[in-house]
């Protein structure tokens, strides 16, 4: 028997079948052999919610989530927060290995060019309500740019892809800063080629009269640590959206609009605003206690916490809490961290978050410092957008240039009803 195989015997017909193992895996397709007889489809395996389902093989982030360990293409997330900047992550993501200078510098150039929007888009944003929410209007509109970019659909050429990988991660920015800029009746500002990645967002923000927007470095360094922490995260929601949809060769705008729509749920991305709104209902320090009663009764969640992977502490959180104190040198001190870091002590003491692992993942803090900077909470999920797009897009290319995946088609268990005869309406009962 090979070493690396696993024995499965049926116990239906006392049949012995041997499937081999390849990195720590067995392949679904090899328990199809598993049959009662000719007429008998074969074993499925069932795994609602993939809690046990490798879906690819990929390169391009690691997490040990019992170790509080991650990785972007073998890199531990803190040296890269520690030493570069976004867009030398996203070229990390991308690419596989760290740009060279000549590299990120030509890298950096590509994505300045493609940060201007169509005109046509303000049209576009002109039609939601100054009270949309922003997700949803940033999911709306990078899928209207699939309108702008028909070629996009020819997602088999590698310039093509190239192409849309750089105006997507180059007008998200954009794209969001112009959904913000909506929602208060503010007019439009353009891109400023002159300023760094991170800073231009800021620009296109927050300027108002002034002829030449200076965003303060600490905050523009914070902001572009929080994008690096974002980038990606393996086969999160929004990364299994993106490959699902984009698994049908549906263009990059139009899966990526998907896996925004995936990441603005409050499971997933949108649980940083959930978490200051549950900071703002709590109010004060000496409320906790009855709201963490409130949580082990079941009756909420402690958003923020949990996590399907880390088992430990989420490694960002804990950079992100860090860069907390640099920000609020600058903006003064958001009173809501207080209470946030009460409620993560008692929480890791508590034998109902101990029992089941929950730790604070990377939406307990981000909110708390994107309000002392001055966003809004509808706005996070958007700041968790922008980074996302590189991994996302990463997640894509990997997908198709992998010879194994086909279009994401899972199988179902039907318990419906057994085939039946329509009934007229006259007979039927009430
Ligand atoms: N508060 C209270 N209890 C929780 C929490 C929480 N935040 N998270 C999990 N639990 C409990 C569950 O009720 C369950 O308890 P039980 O075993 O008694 O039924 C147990 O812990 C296991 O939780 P599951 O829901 O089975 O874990 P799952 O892996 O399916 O969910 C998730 C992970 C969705 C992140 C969950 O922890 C959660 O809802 N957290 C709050 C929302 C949040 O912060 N999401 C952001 C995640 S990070 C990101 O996507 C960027």
Redesign the pocket.
């Known amino acids: 028997m090979p070493e690396d195989s696993l024995t499965i015997v049926d116990n239906r017909t006392s049949t012995s079948y041997t499937i081999p193992i390849k990195n720590g895996a067995i392949r679904a397709m090899d328990l199809r052999q598993i049959k009662t007889g000719p007429e008998d489809f074969g074993m499925l395996s069932y795994d609602p ?1 993939f ?1 046990n389902t490798a879906s690819c093989e990929s390169r391009i982030t690691f997490i040990d989530g019992d170790k509080g360990i991650l990785l972007y293409r073998g890199y531990p997330i803190d040296q890269l927060a520690e030493s570069c900047t976004y867009l030398e992550v996203a070229y990390l993501v991308l690419n596989g290995e760290l740009p060279s200078r000549a590299q990120l510098d030509e890298w950096a150039q590509e994505i300045t060019q493609h940060t201007l929007l169509h005109e046509n888009i303000k049209k576009v944003l002109e039609g939601f309500h100054y009270d949309a929410h922003p997700m949803a209007v940033l999911a709306s509109t990078v899928a209207a740019l699939s309108t702008l970019y028909p070629e996009a659909r020819n997602i088999q050429d590698p310039k093509v892809r190239h192409l849309e990988i750089c105006r997507l991660i180059g007008k998200m920015p954009t794209i969001a800063a112009y959904a913000y800029r909506h929602s208060l009746g503010l007019p439009y500002v353009y891109p400023d080629n002159d300023l760094s990645y991170t800073e231009n967002f800021m620009n296109m923000l927050w300027k108002k009269t002034e002829l030449k927007f200076r965003p303060s470095p600490v905050l523009a360094r914070a902001l572009d640590v929080l994008f690096i922490l974002h980038a990606d ?1 393996e086969q ?2 929004s990364a299994n959206a993106m490959r699902s949809v984009g698994s049908s060769h549906a263009d990059p705008y139009l899966s990526t609009a998907g896996a925004a729509a995936a990441l603005s749920g ?4 949108g ?2 605003e ?2 200051l709104i549950m900071l703002d209902e709590i109010g004060s320090k000496d409320k906790i206690p009855a709201f963490i009663a409130r ?2 009764a ?1 009756e ?9 992977v880390y088992k430990n502490y ?1 490694p960002r959180a804990r950079i992100i809490a860090r860069i907390a104190n640099e920000v609020f040198e600058v903006t003064g001190r958001n009173p809501k961290i207080d209470i946030a870091l009460e409620l993560e002590r008692i929480a890791l003491e508590d034998e ?2 101990v029992k ?1 692992k ?1 730790y604070p ?4 803090y981000s909110g708390i410092i994107y309000e002392a900077m001055g966003f809004r909470p509808a706005m996070f999920t958007v700041l ?1 957008a922008i980074p996302r797009t590189s991994g996302w897009l990463a997640q894509w290319q990997e997908l198709l240039q992998d010879s194994a995946q086909k279009i994401a088609r899972p199988r179902q268990l039907y318990l419906g009803s057994p085939r039946r005869d329509f009934v007229p309406m006259a007979q039927r009962s009430a």
């Open positions: 919610a809690m995260h999160n929601c409050p499971l997933h991305g649980a940083n959930e978490v949580v082990k079941g909420c969640k402690l958003m923020g916490f949990g996590h399907r989420d109902y978050f089941r929950l993942n990377v939406d307990f968790f």
